[in-house]
């Protein structure tokens, strides 16, 4: 079994000489310029977290504009912030292509441009089809981000630190989220998406002073540049040429293409199912709804300060990502996964029902008077009194989410593919993802306005 492309497995196979040298090694690795790289990737995570939170605070907004031709109706906004999704299945699939061509860092450096594009079409809109054009364009460089970027981390990273480096792919995405929704507060859409613009061009110029990932030269015969790489990410006390010699073991024991045939093997369809599976019941929970229309959803429950709940639920967000990052690799993949989901479906239920207390009361209907009855105390009180509830049931949820469903789909993708088929993998599962949230997100708003 192959040490470097399954990483979750190394405990399990490696003998006590693997981990003796692998400790000798480590212990003399120096990890500042590592950091600064994954800084330098994750301002993609960061861009693709204020792709997400733009139109929380942009909605409401171009709803009410006065401009006839910028105005949207329901069922136009509900589009402006589902087709994000589109454009991030294609650039998944367009991602799975590039990252194995040009490599990793070009591709990022590649997809900060469809960002920077993608806003500027945003801030000259004069039409709807400017906007949506926009939306579709900093979707597809999402796709690509949300591929590229964990894969650029854990070919850089060593055993020590992949799993919380892994997990500031998260951490960032959701910064950026709070990032948009913040900006909001102070600022109109267009400057908003100006805000929205900076951190791929930071990305585009960080990214020409970071190396190319060990693996991806090594793959191509570049050896020298490899342990250059190396030897930046390790610092000049690290002996590379032992991880060198390692990872092109590791490569060459996989160097034959990818075949169709390749999906009979257990060793390449099991964790194929699992990654897929994984992405399907990260944006089944729900999360891109929520993040997208958060501002909406506070609005149709009546709460007054929706705009300042949708920064407190991101905050929420943030802290416990963090939080998830430093355990990651002490709490073990599986447990974070079951303690999330539970947490989630929990608060769920609770918004659940404070949301139908609420429209209940709003709508006057006949039931309030049956449910004021068999309640008592708590059905008498206005909804302002249980807004409480609301805001935390979400912000409870965003730490069900933020603890497990978040990251590690993400970080698991990164881990569990052989060499071969890591594009393609990766690929699949980030189309499986991005397809499936463009149904959330599409069907909610309309689910909202029946």
């Known amino acids: 079994m192959n040490h470097e492309t399954r990483p979750l497995l190394v405990n399990d196979e490696q003998t006590e000489q693997d981990r003796s040298e692998q400790d000798s090694y480590l212990d003399k690795v120096k990890n500042g310029k590592l950091y600064v790289a994954t800084f330098a990737a994750v301002l993609g995570p960061l861009s693709f977290g204020f792709v997400l939170g733009y139109s929380s605070p942009a909605i409401p907004e171009l709803c009410r504009i006065q401009d006839p031709r910028l105005q949207l109706s ?23 292509w590039i990252v194995e061509k040009i490599g990793r860092k070009l591709s990022l450096m590649f997809c900060s441009i469809p960002f920077i594009f993608g806003f500027t079409i945003i801030i000259a809109a004069q039409n709807h089809w400017m906007l949506y054009v926009g939306r579709v364009l900093t979707g597809l460089a999402s796709g690509v981000t ?35 929704y913040i900006t909001g507060l102070f600022l109109d859409w267009r400057w908003l998406a100006i805000t929205s613009s900076i951190p791929p061009t930071l990305m585009l110029v960080c990214m ?29 006390d690290a002996p590379v040429e032992w991880e060198c010699a390692r990872i092109e073991e590791a490569y060459k024991n996989e160097e034959q293409s990818f075949s169709l045939a390749d999906l009979k093997d257990p060793g390449v369809y099991k964790p194929l199912g699992v990654g897929i599976m994984m992405m399907l019941f990260q944006q089944f929970t729900g999360i891109n709804a929520i993040m997208f229309y958060a501002e909406t959803i506070f609005e149709q429950a ?29 709490a073990g993949r599986k447990v974070l996964l079951i303690l999330s989901g539970v947490i989630m479906c929990v608060s769920e239920a609770v ?29 008498e009180q206005s909804p302002t009194d249980l807004t409480w509830l609301a805001v935390g049931s979400m912000g409870l949820f965003i730490t069900g989410f933020a603890l497990g469903w978040g990251p590690t789909p993400w970080l698991v993708m990164s881990e569990i593919f052989p060499t071969r088929v890591r594009g393609m993998g990766s690929a699949l599962c980030v189309l499986t993802n991005w397809t499936c949230a463009f149904i959330v997100t599409k069907t909610f708003q309309n689910l909202m306005v029946s």
């Open 302 to 330: 009546h709460f007054k300060s929706s705009d300042v709940a949708t920064v407190i639920v991101a905050a929420t967000q943030v802290f416990f990502t963090a939080v998830a990052a430093v355990i990651m690799d002490k």
């Open 208 to 236: 020409c002073f970071m190396p190319e990932t060990p693996r991806f030269l090594l793959s191509q015969g570049k050896r020298r540049e490899a342990e250059e790489a190396l030897r930046f990410l390790r610092g000049p």
């Open 74 to 96: 329901k069922d136009e906004a509900s589009w402006f912030g589902a087709v994000v999704t589109i454009g991030a299945a294609l650039g998944g699939l367009l991602g799975g």
């Open 351 to 379: 918004f659940g029902v404070y949301f139908k207390l609420t429209v209940m009361k709003h709508s006057n209907s006949s039931l309030t008077s049956l449910l004021t009855y068999a309640q008592g105390p708590l059905a």
């Open 146 to 180: 949300s591929l590229v970027v964990p894969l650029y981390i854990s070919e850089m990273a060593h055993e020590r630190v992949r799993g919380t480096l892994g997990s500031c792919v998260q951490l960032m995405v959701v910064i950026g989220i709070m990032g948009a």
